[in-house]
């Protein structure tokens, strides 16, 4: 992504995104989530979830939540999550929690940074990095199941796509 310097990202570089038009991809994905009390509602958990898991297990990746996205996928609006930086530790432990108890093996290096949009308002910056220890699983407390980054979007891993990332593990 050299759009975004996950060094020093700021309103400006999410800004950049939509000026310059850049359509979400195999490393970029848009949510235009709100948030209630620093919770991730419930219809949101899961498909939020399997996008990270999607990324862990392809090449890493950026989610943007907070940003409003057109039908052709394309950035619009930096619309905000509707939480303050006050709120955004009870988000984050909840994300956290829901992290460790959804994806197997656990995945590590996850990086949330919160983006002021203004006094009670941010955006959120997720890096998920690539995982070694792949392929990860959602679970949904009854069955694992496995997603991979395909251009914009997700796809369940079939038995192949498992075969050839179980070899890869083993090989490390």
């Known amino acids: 992504m050299s759009l975004l310097d996950m060094k020093n990202i700021d309103k400006q570089q999410l800004q950049n995104l939509i000026e310059n038009r850049v359509f979400e991809n195999k490393e970029l ?3 235009d989530y709100s948030f209630i009390n620093g919770k991730i509602p419930d219809k949101q958990k899961d498909k939020f979830i399997k996008e990270v898991v999607a990324f862990a297990n392809t090449n890493g990746g950026i989610i943007i939540i907070g940003m409003q996205e057109d039908e052709n996928r394309l950035p619009v609006k930096l619309k905000g999550t509707g939480l303050s930086i006050g709120e955004f530790d009870n988000w984050l432990s909840s994300f956290r929690q829901l992290v460790l108890s959804r994806i ?7 990086e949330c940074i919160p983006i002021e949009l203004n006094e009670s308002n941010i955006a959120i910056v997720v890096s998920v990095p690539k995982s070694y220890v792949r392929p990860h699983s959602f679970w949904d407390g009854n069955k ?3 997603f991979m980054r395909y251009s914009n979007g997700i796809t369940y891993m079939d038995i192949d796509d498992l075969r050839k990332e179980f070899i890869y593990t083993n090989g490390k």
Request: charged share 40%; net charge negative.
């Open 29 to 31: 994905e848009y949510k």
């Open 104 to 110: 197997r093996p656990h995945l590590h290096g996850i």
């Open 144 to 146: 694992d199941e496995f």
